[in-house]
C-alpha cells in the first residue's frame, strides 16, 4: 500500500516517522528500517530527531532513492542484465572513447572538436552527454526509444543526438535503465515474493520534494508487494496542483470569485506559484488518476496544519502561503524584524553584517543557541575565507561556534590544494616562490625532512643564489624566453652544492660560481631541497607521457605517496590523504570503460580537478553550533533563524550549465528537472521552515566606489 502524508513542518513530519516506525510489523528483530531521504545533511538531522524523541536511533539505511532503486531492481530481477555503464560517469568515459569516431559522421561533434585543447574539449562534450543522456533516461525514455528506432525530430539537438545515442547503445547494449525500470514495474504486478527477494515489509520515504514522474511509478509499483510510506513536505494546506504561475498586484483588492476551491487556486499566494513548482509538479503526479490507489490515512490532529503564531511579518507570510491567500498590503510592525534584507559591499562586508546581527539575536533571546541558526550559501567556497577570517578569528563575547559544510575538497585542506598544484607541473613556471610555497606545506616538509627553520634558510639561500623563475634552459625556452639557465633552479641549486663543496667563491667549475655563504645544517637542508626539486622534475616528465587510465591510477597514487606523508595523529591529514586516494579512485572507471586506450594528462588533470571541486564525503553537520552549508543539504529542515547569504542576481537560482544541448528545454513536460526551478523551490522551503528570523543578504553595492550594482 502507497500511504501519502504531508505537512510543512519536518518536524511534524518527524514524529509521525517515529510512530510509523514504532507500529511496524518486522519480519525479525534485526530487519532495518529503510529511510530514502534525500540528500545526507536531511538523513543527519533525521537521525538526530529520532534518537532525540526515541532515546535511541539505531539500524537504520538512509539511502537516496535513485541508489535505492538500483538496489532493489537487481534483487526483484535477478537475471537482469548489468546497467552499471548507463550511470552517468562510466557513460562520460564510453562517450570520450566514442567521440573521436562521431566527428566524422556528425558535423557538431567536429566543430566543438576542433581548434587547441582538443583533448579537453573532448571529455568538456562527453561531460556534457552524459549528463543530457542521463537525464533522458529518467525524464524522457519514450524519446530514447523513438530514437533507436531511427525516428528523431528534425529539430536540434534531436538531430544529431539521436546519432550519437544510437552508437551509445550499440556499444553498451540497449538494456539500459529506462528498459529496466519498465520491466520492473511490469514484473513487480506479478507473482513476487517480498521475503524471498529480501525485500522489506516497509519503507519510509521522508522530504523528498520533487520527484521524477518514473520515481514516482516506481514506488506505486512496489507499494503492490510493499507499504511504502511517503512523508511529503507541504508548503500549503490543500491541492494545489494546479495553480499557475501569473503576476498578481499586492495592492489592488482581488475580484469577485466563485467560492469553493477555485477561489482558493485563482487568488493563489505569489510566491507559492512562482517558487513552488517542484512540489506543485509532484502533487499532480501523485494525484493523478494513474495512481488512484494512493490512500492518505485521516489522521486528524496530528497532522493539522496549524498557522504559525505570532503577528510578526514573517508569521503572516507563513501563514498566508498555508492558506493560499494572496497578501493584501502586508507590512512590518514597529518592532518586527522576522524578516531581514541586507545589501552589502562584498562578500567580507556581508558575513560581517551577519556576525553583528546574529550577536544581537544571541543576546536579545537567551533561548537562542547557535544550534538554533543555520547559513545557507550557493556556492559556499567563495564565502569560505571570509567567514574563517570573520567568526574563527572573533574572541571574548563575540565568539559563536560554527561548523563549515560542503565546502570543494581542494578548499578543505592544504594537502589537497599542494596537489593540485602537482597536477599543473607541465604548466608550470617554476618561481622560486611556488616552489617554496609547496615545500612548506607540513606533509610535504615531513615527507623531504625538512622543518620550519631549515625552509627559512632556504628561502634566503636561494634568493642569494639567483634562483627566480625556470626550471632550467630547456623549460625557460620551451615558455618562450630563450635558452638561458640563470636564475633557474637548476643555476641556483649548482651554485648551492658546490658551495658545500668548496668555500672558494671566486673559482669557477664548470662556469659555476659557488656560492659558499652557508652555515647551521646546510649540508641536509640543502640535500632535501635538491631531492624536492629532482623529484618535481621526474613527475613533471612522466605526467606529460599518455597512458592507460589504469597506469594513470598507479602513477597518481605513486605521486601521493612520493609527496606526502600525514602525521599519524592528525585527523585532518589522514582525512586529506583520503580524499586524495578517492579522487583519483574515480578513474577506475576509465579503466573499466576505455581499457588499454591511452588517456592524455589534460584529459586526466580536467577529471581530477571536477572530482576536487565536489564536496567532500567527511565535512560536519549539525556538530552543535552555528551551521554553514550549501543551500542543498538542510532544505526544509526548520531552525529558529534561517539566513541565505549570496544572494546575487547570477548567483542565484543559477542558470542551467547544458541548456542548449538539452533536449527537455525545447519540450518540457510535468515533473521535469530544472536548476532554476529547483533553487526557487528550495528558497520556499527555506522561507517556510524559518521559526523566527528569515534573513537574507546579497552583494548590491561595489566596495571601491560604493555604487548600486
Not at 24 to 34: I, K, P, Q, W
Not at 205 to 217: H, K, Q, S
Not at 605 to 612: I, P
Request: aromatic content about 8%.
Amino acid at each position: 500500500m502507497f500511504s501519502l502524508y504531508h505537512h510543512y513542518d519536518l518536524e511534524r513530519l518527524a514524529e509521525l516517522l517515529a510512530v510509523l516506525l514504532a507500529r511496524r510489523e518486522r519480519g525479525h528483530v534485526l530487519e532495518a528500517d529503510t529511510i530514502i531521504v534525500p540528500n545526507r545533511g536531511v538523513g543527519r538531522w533525521l537521525q538526530g530527531q529520532l534518537a532525540e524523541s526515541e532515546g535511541v536511533a539505531a539500524n537504520l539505511q538512509l539511502p537516496l532513492l535513485a541508489r535505492y532503486i538500483w538496489e532493489v531492481i537487481p534483487r526483484v530481477m535477478p537475471h537482469a542484465p548489468d546497467s552499471r555503464d548507463y550511470e552517468r560517469h562510466r557513460m562520460c568515459w564510453h562517450l570520450y572513447g566514442l567521440l573521436p569516431a562521431l566527428a566524422a559522421e556528425v558535423p557538431q561533434i567536429a566543430s566543438y572538436l576542433g581548434g587547441d585543447s582538443v583533448e579537453v574539449h573532448r571529455l568538456q562534450l562527453a561531460q556534457r552527454l552524459a549528463d543530457v543522456f542521463d537525464q533522458y533516461l529518467i525524464y524522457r525514455p519514450r524519446m530514447l526509444s523513438a530514437w533507436e528506432q531511427g525516428r528523431e525530430t528534425a529539430a536540434n539537438p534531436d538531430v544529431w543526438q539521436a546519432q550519437v545515442w544510437r552508437s551509445l547503445t550499440r556499444r553498451l547494449g540497449q538494456n539500459h535503465r529506462a528498459r529496466l525500470l519498465d520491466s520492473f514495474v511490469k514484473t513487480i504486478q506479478g507473482e513476487v515474493d517480498p521475503e524471498q527477494l529480501g525485500l522489506p515489509s516497509a519503507i519510509y520515504c521522508f522530504a523528498l520534494g520533487a520527484l521524477p514522474p518514473e520515481y514516482v511509478r516506481f514506488l506505486y509499483a512496489l507499494a503492490r508487494r510493499i507499504d511504502v510510506h511517503f512523508l511529503l513536505p507541504n508548503p500549503c494546506n490543500g491541492y494545489w496542483g494546479d495553480i499557475e504561475s501569473r503576476r498578481v498586484s499586492l495592492v489592488a483588492q482581488p475580484p469577485e470569485h466563485a467560492a469553493g476551491n477555485a477561489l482558493e487556486l485563482t487568488a493563489s499566494h505569489p510566491l507559492l506559484t512562482s517558487l513552488g513548482r517542484g512540489t506543485r509538479d509532484l502533487l499532480r503526479v501523485l494525484y493523478a488518476q494513474e495512481l488512484c490507489g494512493i490512500q492518505e490515512p485521516e489522521l486528524g490532529a496530528a497532522l493539522a496544519y496549524e498557522p504559525p503564531r505570532g503577528s510578526q511579518l514573517l508569521a503572516r507570510i507563513q501563514t498566508d502561503i498555508l492558506n493560499m491567500a494572496a497578501p493584501r498590503g502586508a507590512g512590518r510592525g514597529p518592532a518586527d524584524s522576522s524578516v531581514q534584507i541586507h545589501t552589502c559591499h562584498g562578500p567580507l562586508r556581508e558575513v560581517q553584517v551577519l556576525q553583528d546581527q546574529l550577536l544581537d539575536l544571541l543576546a536579545a533571546d537567551p533561548d537562542l543557541n547557535p544550534r538554533d541558526i543555520v547559513v545557507m550559501i550557493p556556492v559556499i567556497s567563495d564565502y569560505a575565507p571570509a567567514i574563517h577570517s570573520v567568526f574563527g578569528a572573533a574572541r571574548g563575547r563575540r565568539q559563536i561556534p560554527y561548523s563549515l559544510s560542503d565546502c570543494s575538497r581542494s578548499a578543505s585542506h592544504p594537502i589537497i590544494q599542494s596537489f593540485r598544484q602537482l597536477l599543473d607541473l607541465p604548466l608550470s613556471r617554476w618561481t622560486a616562490s611556488e616552489v617554496l610555497a609547496l615545500a612548506a606545506v607540513p606533509a610535504i616538509m615531513r615527507r623531504f625532512g625538512l622543518d620550519e627553520a631549515a625552509l627559512h634558510s632556504l628561502g634566503d639561500w636561494a634568493q642569494a643564489a639567483g634562483v627566480r623563475w625556470g626550471l632550467d634552459a630547456d623549460n625557460r625556452a620551451a615558455l618562450g624566453a630563450g635558452r638561458s639557465a640563470q636564475f633557474t633552479w637548476e643555476f641556483g641549486l649548482d651554485r648551492l652544492l658546490l658551495g658545500l663543496a668548496q668555500s672558494d667563491e671566486e673559482t669557477l667549475v664548470a662556469g659555476v660560481a659557488p656560492w659558499s655563504d652557508l652555515e647551521g645544517r646546510a649540508t641536509a637542508a640543502v640535500g632535501a631541497l635538491w631531492r624536492l626539486v629532482f623529484r618535481l622534475r621526474s613527475w613533471a616528465d612522466e605526467l606529460r607521457a599518455p597512458a592507460s587510465a589504469s597506469a594513470w591510477l598507479d602513477r597518481l597514487n605513486g605521486l601521493i605517496a612520493a609527496f606526502f606523508s600525514a602525521d599519524p595523529v592528525d585527523l585532518a591529514e589522514q582525512m586529506a590523504l583520503e580524499e586524495l586516494h578517492e579522487a583519483v579512485a574515480s578513474l577506475g572507471g576509465a579503466a573499466d570503460c576505455l581499457g588499454a586506450e591511452e588517456l592524455s594528462w589534460e584529459a586526466v588533470r580536467e577529471t581530477l580537478v571536477g572530482e576536487l571541486e565536489t564536496p567532500g564525503t567527511r565535512q560536519p553537520f549539525l556538530s552543535g553550533g552555528l551551521t554553514f552549508c550549501g543551500m542543498e543539504p538542510l532544505r526544509a529542515v526548520p531552525f529558529k533563524v534561517v539566513c541565505l547569504l549570496g544572494m546575487n542576481d547570477g548567483d542565484y537560482p543559477r542558470q542551467e550549465r547544458n541548456r542548449s544541448f538539452n533536449a527537455l528545454r525545447a519540450r518540457p513536460q510535468l515533473g521535469d528537472h530544472d536548476v532554476r526551478a529547483d533553487d526557487r523551490l528550495l528558497f520556499l522551503q527555506a522561507l517556510m521552515s524559518a521559526r523566527e528570523v528569515f534573513y537574507i543578504s546579497y552583494v548590491g553595492q561595489d566596495v571601491g566606489s560604493g555604487e548600486s550594482l
